[in-house]
């Protein structure tokens, strides 16, 4: 009698699946370190794939020549803005938190206007909560330092990567393509989805914070704020902050400017923070950034929250990009298994 021999395929397909699993979990451990860098090389990418492939496909430039001049671009107007950023607001936070005296005076200026004012009166400004949030923030000092050096290895990363994905671009992209193991018109799903989020978040999100801070510098300048140009730029970076964003730093300057100033430049001052400095935002958002890619709300708010965590700073375009995969797959397991296949199936056989 013989007996029916056990099908090894399933078993040896799930066995190759766990160990390219626990291999890719083993790399991505060990070179976590760099992992902002290969999200910043895939973000320039796709910032630069169609005008990458118009110049060396169509207008037939070197490979290596046109990724090369794609490099100094990103130099020029990503790194070394962002260079200019973090070497100015560094020195002027670290100036500013060695004057403690000055730091005082305001506060007490400030704590004596806030005392018999509704909601304002109920806030903690003792001496103590006072040390203790200066003593915070000095911690955080070597931190900032110890990140400015981790970015700047993860540019040389992200360059680096971003040289070889352009330059196998093609044979990289029909690499993955065949790796997805899904119809032609999910992956395209997949593609614009990915599409959409990165470049209206790595595109969309710099030019909100540039006009906001721009605008709040020129305020804080009219209205005779100390340190308009680093008040601006703290403005337009805290932007990137979920639903309270620029109001984390235009607030307290608009209670500084009542405690220490004249009760019209307060006036004023907040007047123009909410409807310019904070209208900016939904103007954008409705103009310039609706034509990026209408991308909801909600994906943004909660997307910077997760990515925030997850990636730092990166996490602002990845993070919304994880959250809405979410709804992009559930679409693809409709295509691939649901009523969708089904109906695509039908209609293959009725053209038949």
């Known amino acids: 009698m013989r007996h029916k ?25 060990n070179l976590l370190y760099y992992l902002p860098g290969f999200l910043g090389a895939v973000t320039l990418y796709i910032l630069f794939r169609n005008s990458y492939f118009k110049l060396t496909e169509k207008r037939r430039w070197n490979k ?7 490099i100094l671009i990103s130099i020029v107007f990503i790194v070394l803005p962002i260079w200019a950023i973090v070497d100015y607001l560094v020195p002027q ?9 000055d730091i005082i005076a305001k506060f007490n200026q400030v704590k004596v206007f806030m005392e018999d004012k509704p909601i304002l009166k109920d806030i903690d400004m003792s001496d103590q909560s006072l040390m203790n949030f200066l003593q915070r923030l000095t911690k955080y000092i070597p931190s ?12 040389l990363v992200a360059l680096f990567v971003l040289y070889f994905m352009q330059v196998h671009g093609r044979q990289m992209e029909n690499y993955i393509r065949r790796a997805i193991p899904f119809s032609e018109t999910s992956k395209n799903e997949i593609w614009a ?7 209206s978040n790595a595109i969309g999100i710099p030019i909100l914070g540039l006009c906001q801070g721009l605008v709040a510098m020129f305020g804080y300048w009219i209205f005779g704020v100390e340190n308009y140009i680093l008040l601006g730029t703290l403005t337009g970076v805290s932007s990137i902050i ?5 109001m984390t730093i235009y607030i307290p300057v608009c209670i500084t400017v009542f405690a220490t100033g004249t009760v019209g430049s307060g006036i004023g001052l907040t007047l123009y923070c909410f409807l310019l400095v904070g209208g900016i935002d939904n103007i954008l958002r409705f103009t310039i950034l609706k034509t990026l890619g209408n991308v909801p709300p909600l994906i943004t708010v909660f997307g910077v929250l997760l990515g925030l965590n997850m990636f730092g700073m990166l996490g602002l375009i990845f993070g919304p990009l994880i959250l809405s995969s979410v709804g992009v ?3 693809v397991y409709s295509n691939e298994f649901g ?11 009725t053209n038949k």
């Open 5 to 29: 021999q056990i099908n090894n395929t399933p078993i040896n397909q799930i066995m190759l699946i766990l160990i390219i699993l626990l291999i890719c979990i083993l790399i991505f451990k």
């Open 193 to 199: 989805e990915v599409d959409l989020m990165v470049r």
């Open 144 to 155: 900032i330092l110890n990140s400015v050096m981790e970015v700047g290895v993860n540019i």
């Open 242 to 246: 979920p639903v309270l964003g620029t």
């Open 339 to 349: 009523k969708g296949n089904a109906i695509d199936l039908l209609e293959s056989e």
């Open 93 to 101: 936070v670290s100036n500013i938190l060695s004057n403690p005296a």
């Open 329 to 331: 797959l559930i679409k």
């Open 64 to 70: 290596s020549l046109a990724s090369i001049l794609y």
